[in-house]
């Protein structure tokens, strides 16, 4: 199991949780091949709208890949994205700041918002933990999540647990 932040304006992400998918990198498929089922998913949004400065800089979606393959979808005008199902969790919309000190993948880091702009990048699974657990998902229903789709998680998900408490 692996552990992924993509990048996306919060509006993109609330038509993702809508319909159940997720899209990255304007639509490529080669990144949505690198997430396999039961894989976790955080999106985060610089914005709530594409193209905007408004400062939102938030955790805004949270769930775990299904067990099918990415596929094309005509969004019409000759804009034919890849897609890939997800499983989303009901969550509460967390700002980043707060935890840029404890992430692992932005602590110290002056330019903490550089790696967002590939789109999508692997994350740790403590650092999982703590983005899931300040949007109101516990560990267990995440991983039990994951189980359902793709069956026993590895024994490792959540083997940090107790040095995170």
Not at 10 to 23: L, N, S, W
Not at 110 to 129: C, H, V
Request: charge should be positive; proline fraction near 5%; hydrophobic fraction near 40%.
């Amino acid at each position: 199991m692996k552990y992924w932040m993509a990048v996306a304006s919060a509006d993109h992400v609330a038509i993702g949780r809508r319909d159940g998918m997720m899209q990255v990198c304007h639509g490529k498929a080669g990144p949505l091949r690198r997430i396999r089922p039961g894989d976790a998913v955080a999106y985060y949004s610089p914005s709530r709208q594409m193209g905007r400065s408004d400062g939102l800089q938030s955790f805004t979606a949270l769930g775990v890949a299904k067990d099918c393959p990415s596929y094309q979808f005509d969004m019409g005008g000759g804009f034919v994205p890849f897609r890939r199902d997800v499983e989303w969790f009901e969550t509460t919309e967390i700002a980043i700041r707060p935890l840029l000190d404890v992430l692992e993948f932005t602590r110290g880091k002056t330019n903490w918002g550089y790696q967002f702009r590939y789109g999508l990048f692997e994350i740790s699974a403590s650092d999982m933990k703590r983005i899931a657990d300040a949007m109101g998902v516990g560990a267990q229903r995440l991983q039990s999540t994951s189980s359902t789709l793709t069956g026993p998680p590895p024994s490792i998900f959540w083997a940090s647990d107790a040095a995170m408490n």
